[in-house]
Nanobody, 115 residues
Framework: QVQLVESGGGLVQAGGSLRLSCATS????????MSWYRQAPGKQREFVAY???????FYEVAVKGRFSVSIDNAGNSMSLQMNRLQPEDTGVYYC?????????WGQGTQVTVSS
């Protein structure tokens, strides 16, 4: 069973930055893709960004140029650096990984951006 633990959420003013982390035991690089999603209050969960073991990345249009996803050198932790945060970035952020046809999710971490 894969366990993912997110951390780094919090309250920040608009224009500020936060760095989220997603950790698991073992290497994240054994998964085919590692992703971040978010869910705003009253809305469906939406894709934010992904990274592959080779380091390829892809971002949702609204966060491109402001957010950056990476994996640490040891491969045990994935980060989401979020800059120039806006109130519409508020939500619960989840990391997720794919292994074959299975997906695994963390419990989420709250990000609140005040105007």
């Amino acid at each position: 069973q894969v366990q993912l633990v997110e951390s780094g959420g919090g309250l920040v003013q608009a224009g500020g930055s936060l760095r989220l982390s997603c950790a698991t035991s073992g290497s994240l690089r054994r998964f085919s893709v590692m992703s971040w999603y978010r869910q705003a209050p009253g809305k469906q969960r939406e894709f934010v960004a992904y990274i592959t073991p080779a380091g390829s990345t892809f971002y949702e249009v609204a966060v491109k140029g402001r957010f950056s996803v990476s994996i640490d050198n040891a491969g045990n932790s994935m980060s989401l650096q979020m800059n120039r945060l806006q109130p519409e970035d508020t939500g619960v952020y989840y990391c997720a990984v794919m292994e074959g046809s299975d997906s695994y999710w963390g419990q989420g971490t709250q990000v609140t951006v005040s105007s």
